[in-house]
């Protein structure tokens, strides 16, 4: 119960803050020093504004349902919190003067008598915030225990309140400008964050306020401190406003997601509120604008500077049934009791409100429409601003001249509009026309001129309407007419006949060159039907049509399908073969409209087909028929072939080659000569050659001889080169063997010219010698000549028995081809050594080392002949001057072969001779008694078994030969 008391003290004590709403509208009545415990109100608030026009939106719900909830006597204690989370409570006392609000500090001294510095004292002592009064010597005059306590958290290093508050007055500059603001009379507020010795962090927030005396000077500095770390201010003022008003709240964490949720908002959405805390706010935006909302809300939350948005914000909200709503948005920066930011978010819903204007505004856009009103007595006339835009002059000249409009018609609509405006005068008749008016500076324009009379008592004062700009109307309609004629005559020239089938309507509409294509005529022409196109068609196409109209009308599915017509429509319009097209139309909904089609005669592209059909399969048999080969090529790729080419290029009928770079089947070196002859035959060049022979790959990698020839066709307006490959591998191989023949008889040629001058030369000394030696024996006695001549001609005619034997084996090394056969090479050694032991001098030592333990596939008589004359020659050629003479001789393994060396003490061979010594008849030394065919016969026979031959020697010293030769498999 609100005391008499109370009201006595308000009227004499003017310092008691209250505030006095009436009941019926919440009008503001009186206040005193509201701004101390609600908010600022003027005088010019009082009487003429609502209390819910002043209060915060946070608010709202907390005094609507005290409002409704208290009688006559009643008071209710409620408690407030503002943005930044600060508490204050106040009482809320329904009388009959009124609603009074006022704090809860004058109920507990019942409002008996109340200066400022009782104020003071009461705030100090049960406040639960840290209070301290300070002096203007920077000392405390009073403070509170929460103030202790707060200062042993921010200063644990100090003893003594003084010491802590002079060190925290050291420290921290805001503290320090706080102070001096309020004892310069400046109230100063700072939030700031401090550090225990747990390294924890504290959120402070400090309002420094003046107190004043009754002089109005600045006497002391209240400061009042109340830890915000772990406030919860915002979840209580949400629950306060849950079941508050047709507004929805809802409180998102820093992630978006939603923490609390008014029911009001929840039913706008269709959904229970547990269905949507825990869920991402974001899922619910309209996803046109959920990125950008989604960045709108980072800002807000990471952002020191700004919490909320400022401006008029809309957002579009899905609700359960897929429907977008359209709110309007207010969003603040809070925090939350986990200390961690939030957002408070307020949403009213305008979609019913915006839909209208959007209508409205929609509505002009489309028409633009514009007013005009005209008084017939004082024949004035008010228009828009749009009527000045449309006819290209100023308001105030359209006004001032009535019938400017019709002074810019022609003669003929000006008489019109004249008549028409008199019956609107006359029959009280509404018009409507279209007038053509030439104006100055847009030239000729078309305006629709709409309107009806004003009727007072039964008499017409004036007229009012619109008046719309149709230009761009009529120029569509008379390109539309114009279209038409065009239609009309595309139709005609290429043979096309259109149709519509409404499906609302159910009924066809077909153009007039349908009509006529099909020989309709009479009623039949007004009403077309789809049996009347059957009647037509072939009995064999029938079935297939019916298939597609169903597959169009039950599917949806385009048709396109060539089908023949009867004798009778061939009879009528010469028509052979058809094409009927369809399709559907679908509005923005994906609701089925209507069908569209067309009838196109066909029967000359059909008969061409045919026509070129024939050619083609004749064309096709006898390329196919075709020993060569034959590739159509368009753009560089393969258009077509023939079975010729598969045959050639070894692919069967399971690949196709059509599409594949034309490039690619000829071998590299040969590509860029193919492309110069393309580039050549398509230009014409007459330089060109007829024919060109190049390589093919087949598919197995292995390339084919061709000749290739290039002719050009042009199909369809595209031109093809066509390339015939004729296979010339045979004759390239009977070329190569008549090459490498002539050029083995050439060889042998200058072999037989070298020999026939070898023979003659090396025959003809040991020949003359005998002649000789036969002369001086006819003139010598018996035993003379048998002494002397007759050994000396043994020892020619023996040479000569050499040269034929060396001449023989030679021409058998060249002549006999390699049959290579398993060879003992330790037996073959041991032969030939057994059959020149007795050349051997008995100081000659023989070493022999063979690594063969098995038969070594070579020629037999080319390895038998390359051990022989090595080994007469180490035998031949010994040293004279040495005492001591030894022959080594070794075979081993080596690679895929063996290896075979000699090596002597014998006279060696000078530097000079090394290279010579396997010519034909060069002997390095004169001693010995050789023909100079040895080294030159082992020579070819390793040349014939691919085998290789080294000389090492010093003169004096030795020689060491080295043979080596692959084995045959």
Same mark, same amino acid.
């Given at each position: 119960m609100f005391k008499p008391s109370l009201l006595s003290n308000i009227d004499k004590d003017n310092t008691i803050p209250f505030l006095q709403i009436q009941k019926k509208d919440f009008l503001l009545l009186n206040e005193n020093k509201a701004a101390i415990f609600l908010f600022d109100i003027t005088d010019e608030h009082l009487k003429y504004n609502s209390f819910f026009d002043l209060c915060p939106i946070e608010w709202k719900g907390v005094f609507l349902g005290s409002f409704n909830e208290l009688e006559i006597g009643q008071k209710v204690k409620k408690e407030l919190y503002d943005q930044e989370g600060n508490r204050s409570t106040i009482i809320i006392e329904d009388v009959i003067e009124g609603y009074f609000i006022y704090p809860d500090i004058f109920e507990k001294n019942q409002l008996s008598h109340f200066p400022q510095n009782?104020?003071?004292?009461?705030?100090?002592? $049960? /406040?639960?915030?840290?209070?301290?009064?300070?002096?203007?010597?920077?000392?405390?005059?009073?403070?509170?225990?929460?103030?202790?306590?707060?200062?042993?958290? !921010?200063?644990?290093?100090?003893?003594?309140?003084?010491?802590?508050y002079r060190a925290l007055f050291n420290r921290s500059k805001r503290v320090k400008t706080g102070i001096n603001s309020a004892l310069n009379g400046e109230t100063y507020t700072t939030e700031v964050a401090y550090y225990t010795k747990d390294d924890d962090s504290v959120y402070v927030k400090t309002i420094y306020q003046p107190i004043f005396n009754e002089a109005n000077q600045v006497y002391a500095c209240l400061v009042r401190c109340k830890d915000v770390t772990a406030r919860n201010s915002v979840e209580d003022m949400f629950s306060l406003m849950l079941n508050s008003g047709n507004t929805g709240y809802i409180l998102i964490d820093q992630y978006s997601k939603i923490c609390k949720v008014n029911k009001h908002l929840a039913d706008l959405l269709q959904y229970s509120q547990e269905e949507l805390i825990g869920v991402s706010f974001l899922e619910y935006v309209h996803s046109s604008i959920r990125e950008h909302v989604k960045k709108e809300f980072h800002q807000i939350v990471s952002s020191d500077l700004k919490t909320s948005i400022n401006e008029k914000a809309f957002l579009d909200i899905n609700r359960k049934d897929g429907e977008s709503l359209l709110f309007e948005l207010d969003v603040k920066r809070v925090i939350l009791g986990n200390h961690s930011f939030g957002m408070f978010v307020t949403l009213k819903n305008i979609t019913q409100k915006e839909r209208n204007s959007h209508i409205l505004r929609e509505m002009q856009r489309l028409i633009k429409a514009c007013g005009w009103v005209y008084d017939r007595f004082s024949k004035k006339m008010l228009v828009t601003e749009e009527v000045s835009q449309v006819v290209g002059v100023s308001k105030e000249f359209v006004e001032k001249n009535p019938s400017f409009?019709? /002074?810019?018609? $022609?003669?003929?609509?000006?008489?019109?509009?004249?008549?028409?405006?008199?019956?609107?005068?006359? @029959?009280?008749? $509404?018009?409507?026309?279209?007038?053509?008016?030439? !104006?100055?500076?847009?030239?000729?324009?078309?305006?629709?001129?709409?309107?009806?009379?004003?009727?007072?008592?039964?008499?017409?004062?004036?007229?009012?309407?619109?008046?719309? $700009?149709?230009?761009?109307?009529k120029n569509a309609l008379t390109q539309l007419k114009r279209h038409e004629a065009y239609m009309k005559e595309i139709q005609r020239v290429t043979k096309v006949g259109n149709w519509v089938y409404e499906v609302d309507e159910q009924r066809y509409y077909w153009s007039d060159y349908l009509f006529n294509m099909l020989g309709a005529a009479g009623t039949e022409k007004q009403i077309p039907s789809l049996r009347h196109q059957f009647k037509y068609i072939y009995n064999s196409y029938k079935f297939p049509l019916m298939e597609a109209v169903k597959q169009l009308s039950i599917h949806h599915q385009p048709i396109d399908l060539d089908v023949r017509c009867n004798n009778c429509m061939k009879e009528i319009s010469g028509i052979e073969y058809l094409n009927i097209q369809a399709r559907p139309i679908f509005n923005k909904k994906g609701k089925l409209l209507r069908f569209v089609g067309a009838v196109t005669d066909i029967t000359d592209r059909k008969l061409e087909e045919e026509s070129n059909k024939s050619k083609k399969i004749w064309l096709k048999s006898m390329i196919n028929a075709a020993r060569d080969s034959f590739i159509a090529e368009y753009s560089g790729r393969v258009a077509n072939y023939n079975r010729g080419l598969q045959k050639l290029l070894g692919y069967n009928n399971f690949f196709d080659l059509r599409g594949s770079v034309i490039i690619d089947f000829f071998h590299k070196e040969d590509q860029r000569k193919v492309i110069v002859y393309r580039q050549q035959c398509r230009r014409g060049d007459i330089s060109a050659p007829q024919k060109i022979e190049v390589r093919m790959k087949r598919r197995d990698g292995v390339y084919v001889n061709v000749e290739? /020839?290039?002719?050009?066709? @042009?199909?369809?307006?595209?031109l093809y080169t066509i390339f015939n490959a004729h296979d010339i591998s045979k004759r390239k191989e009977y070329e190569e063997g008549l090459l490498e023949k002539n050029h083995e008889l050439e060889v042998t040629n200058k072999e037989l010219d070298r020999f026939l001058y070898s023979t003659t030369h090396d025959l003809k000394g040991p020949i003359t010698s005998i002649k000789g030696l036969l002369n001086l024996a006819n003139k010598e006695t018996a035993d003379t000549v048998k002494q002397t001549y007759l050994p000396m001609m043994d020892k020619n005619v023996d040479r000569i028995l050499d040269l034929i034997k060396d001449f023989g084996e030679f021409l058998r090394n060249n002549r006999n081809k390699v049959e290579p056969k398993s060879v003992s090479l330790k037996d073959e050694l041991k032969s030939i050594i057994a059959t020149h032991q007795f050349s051997m001098l008995p100081q000659q030592k023989l070493n022999i080392e063979v690594k063969m333990n098995r038969g070594f596939n070579t020629d037999k008589n080319r390895i038998r002949s390359i051990l022989t004359n090595l080994f007469t020659n180490s035998i031949k050629y010994f040293d004279v001057d040495k005492e001591n003479h030894f022959l080594n001789i070794k075979i081993y393994p080596e690679k895929k072969g063996i290896m075979i060396a000699f090596e002597d003490n014998g006279e060696g061979i000078g530097k000079n001779d090394q290279s010579k010594v396997f010519d034909m008849f060069y002997r390095a030394s004169e001693t010995g008694d050789g023909t100079? !065919?040895?080294?030159?016969?082992?020579?070819?026979?390793?040349?014939?078994?691919?085998?290789t031959i080294s000389l090492e020697s010093i003169k004096g010293k030795g020689t060491v030969v080295k043979v080596y030769v692959p084995e045959f498999f």
């Open positions: 009782a104020i003071i004292q009461l705030l100090i002592k $049960d /406040s639960r915030d840290a209070i301290a009064l300070v002096s203007q010597e920077n000392k405390f005059i009073d403070y509170n225990s929460a103030m202790v306590n707060l200062l042993e958290r !921010l200063v644990p290093n100090e003893i003594g309140l003084l010491n802590q409009l019709l /002074s810019m018609c $022609d003669n003929k609509s000006r008489k019109e509009a004249m008549v028409i405006l008199r019956n609107a005068y006359k @029959k009280q008749d $509404d018009f409507d026309l279209e007038l053509c008016i030439r !104006l100055k500076y847009k030239g000729e324009q078309w305006v629709r001129l709409t309107g009806r009379p004003i009727i007072r008592h039964n008499k017409v004062v004036g007229l009012y309407g619109g008046l719309q $700009d149709i230009s761009q109307q290739l /020839s290039a002719n050009l066709a @042009k199909i369809k307006g595209r100079g !065919l040895g080294l030159f016969i082992v020579k070819e026979a390793v040349e014939v078994l691919k085998g």
